[in-house]
Each structure stands twice: as C-alpha cells, then as structure tokens.
C-alpha cells in the first residue's frame, strides 16, 4: 500500500476500534424514527417550516426530513433545507445544491447554520443563493453526509442528493411535484453531486435529471492519499476529518482510530463536533507521522477498498444526464489527471459533457470562476436546450 494511506489502513488482525459519532442533536425532529426500515429511499418522514430570513428576502424555508440509504445498504434518515422564493411558480425549476460541508458534527448542516452567526459557516453563501432565488428556481440544500457526519464518504452523498430530490417532490405545498430538476456542486459538494449522477440510472431510475454540475471533484481519493503521503500538509486537518468519517460510514472495515496516537486521539476528540475553519486548525502543518502511532506500511486491502469504493474514477456507472465539469488544470487539491480520465471514460460510454478549465492556481477561486458559466448552462437545461458536449 502507498504510504499515503498510512493512516487510512487499520492494522492486520487488531481489535476493531470504535469510531467517535458526533454528539446527536437533540431535537427529537432531527431523531431517526422506529420505523425507519419500512420506508422506501426517498419516503418523507417529516417536514417543518422554518422562520424567515432577512438574508433571503420573500423566501419561504422548509426542512424535509426522509429516509435514505448508507454506504452499507441500511436505512438512514437524513435532511433536505428548501429555499422557495415568493416568484417561484407551480412545477419551476428544483435545483439540488450541494454545499461544501467540511465538518463532523451537526453544527455544520445546513440546516442548523441558517440559522447561526458562526462565520465559519455557510451563510456567507447566501448571495450567491439569492441570486438563484431571483431567478425564481427552488434550492434544495442537502446535509449530504449523512447523521454521523461522514465526511468523506462521497457514494453516502450522491444516495442522499438524490433521495433529497426525491423527497422534495412529494411535499405538495413545496409544487415542485413536475419541476425539472439541475443538480450542482463544488469540490465536496461537486463529488456529491456527481456520484449522484453517476448512480441515479440504478439508485433512482425513476427522476429525470435535466443536468448535473460540477466542479473541483476530488474524482479519486486513493490517488489524493497517496499523494499527500507522509508528508506535512496545510490543510491535512481535512484529510484526518475524512478517515474519520469513512470511519464512522465503514466501523468493521475502517478501524482509523486503532492507528492514532495519543496525539491523534487527542485530535479526533478535538474535531469529533468541528466544522472548516476548526478541523483546519487541528491539522495545519501536520502529516500522518503527527498521528499515527506506527510507520509501518500495512497492506490492509479491506481498508483500502473502502477508499476505491468511494473513488469515483473507479465506479463503472455512467451519468444518464448531461454534464458540465469545470475544474483548474493546476489546482493544487485534487489529482487533475483523475478528472480528466473520469470524462473521457464519460464520453467514451456516450455521455454529453462539457468540461471547462479555470487558468487559476487555486481551487476555491476555480469555484468562484467557474459558477457563473455552470449556472448558464443549468438555465439552458431548465429550458429543454440541447446540451453541448466537447468529448
């Protein structure tokens, strides 16, 4: 195994350790109901209106809470937040948008942080979303890795993303019961979103996507691992908040807390309920020798292919709908070749894609760059357009 998966590989023939959940909300709405295995993917367990917002003006907000599916197959309830502004009309455009979440505990749902002051948090995104909101689309806001917070687990993402949609269509006063339906995504919320369109020809069938968009897909978390190898990172904080939460998804296949050290133990009880700015700080400047207890290289194919299956480069599904993936061909985050090869295996399977490099060094400013022609194309797909492709 490469060293870069060190402290993603539990050790051979050690006790299973126990992964550390965050704390449970406390709000019995937020609760996992007795009957959750007698739902189907996508049944609506409960909605709630949520008190307005100055931040968006004449929008309603309802949060759906419904029932999903983990990486194992086992029934889970998860959460939607539906941004509907007062121009939206009867059966108009749904976009599914999922955010950036790089966090381990509740404090960093969506759902909560509307309504928090944290800086650390989403609701700097907000005028970005109104100008959504203006163009009288509804906005579905998914807490896209799951209850336990498992970063990381991006198939998780994409199952939620679309039993979010799902859902959302059943809410009748949210009308959006005909919408077309765009989906769209950055970095993490970018591998969300397009896991989800990877797996809705077999996980939902059923809901016509009119296009998926992303962007800064991490499209191969074994090669991300294996490039940050041993070495100090500034923003390995995010890479431990990730073996954490695969963790959590994957306890009997991904024991990560029995190859922490004291120091690391001390880490993971730090970040176990932290969002961005706080698991950065955790991990800034830091490596695997930091936390891990041994150097030995350990070559545990069960830990292992717990990363593969998250590794969308290596899913053999093809997105039904069309594409638009935009990405900087020098972003120093995510392995490019990856993206690229994801594409032409896309194309090459028939897929329409329309992919678009961002000249910046950087991966956040290939966000910002890159939305506004993403937006364009998700507007061409809401009006039936054809969609381009430059396979």
């Known amino acids: ?87 939206h009309r009867r059966d108009g455009p749904l976009l599914s948008f999922q955010h950036i979440i790089n966090g381990l505990g509740a404090e960093c749902s969506v759902s909560r942080v509307l309504y928090t002051d944290n800086p650390d948090l989403i609701v700097r995104e907000a005028p970005g979303w109104n100008v959504l909101l203006s163009r009288g689309w509804s906005v579905a806001l998914p807490d896209h890795l799951g209850p336990n917070f498992a970063y990381g687990a991006a198939k998780l993402g994409g199952q939620i993303t679309l039993d979010g949609i799902r859902a959302v269509k059943q809410v009748a006063e949210l009308q959006v019961q005909q919408s077309p339906v765009g989906m769209v995504g950055y970095s993490g919320g970018g591998m969300a979103t397009a896991w989800a369109a990877a797996l809705q020809p077999k996980y939902a069938p059923e809901l016509d996507i009119a296009g998926a968009a992303m962007g800064g897909v991490p499209m191969n978390l074994v090669k991300m691992l294996e490039t940050l190898g041993l070495n100090s990172h500034p923003v390995f904080g995010l890479a431990l908040a990730a073996g954490l939460g695969l963790e959590r998804e994957y306890p009997d296949r991904f024991p990560l807390s029995d190859q922490l050290n004291e120091r690391g133990l001390a880490a993971r009880a730090q970040i176990a309920n932290s969002c961005t700015n706080d698991i950065l700080a955790t991990g800034a400047g830091r490596g695997a020798l930091d936390f891990a207890k041994t150097t030995s290289m350990i070559n545990d194919n069960t830990a292992r292919a717990v990363v593969e299956e998250n590794s969308l480069e290596l899913y053999d ?48 400013t290939a966000a910002v760059l890159g939305i506004p022609a993403a937006l364009s194309w998700l507007e061409a797909r809401f009006r039936g357009d054809a969609a381009p492709s430059n396979c």
């Open 317 to 364: 599904g093809v997105p039904k709908t069309p594409v638009f993936e935009w990405h900087s061909p020098i972003d120093g985050l995510i392995p490019i070749d990856s993206v690229v090869d994801t594409d032409k295996r896309w194309c090459a399977a028939g897929a329409k894609v329309q992919s678009d490099q961002i000249p910046v060094p950087d991966h956040l």
């Open 1 to 87: 195994m490469a060293t870069g998966l060190v402290l993603v590989a539990s050790m051979a023939g050690a006790a299973v350790g126990t992964p550390l959940y965050p704390t449970p909300d406390p709000d019995p709405f937020y609760a996992t109901p007795a009957d959750i295995a007698d739902k189907k993917p996508g049944d609506v367990i409960a909605t709630r209106a949520m008190p307005p917002l100055m931040i968006f003006p004449d929008t309603t907000i309802t949060v759906v809470r419904f029932r999903s599916t983990n990486s194992e197959g086992r029934p889970i309830a998860a959460t939607t937040t539906v941004l509907t502004p007062k121009q």
